[in-house]
């Protein structure tokens, strides 16, 4: 039972570090045009 915690704790983990680098692709994208490369 307790690995099963580890991993759910892990998901979540790569979820909150996921949507962190789309808010800042989502900024950079505001301030200016991403190159083709960002854009993956």
């Given at each position: 039972?307790p ?11 790569n979820?909150?570090?996921?949507l ?21």
């Amino acid at each position: 039972m307790p690995s099963e915690n580890m991993r759910w704790i892990q998901r979540f983990d790569n979820y909150r570090k996921a949507l962190s680098q789309l808010s800042e692709a989502v900024n950079t994208n505001k301030q200016r045009k991403l190159n083709p490369l960002e854009e993956q």
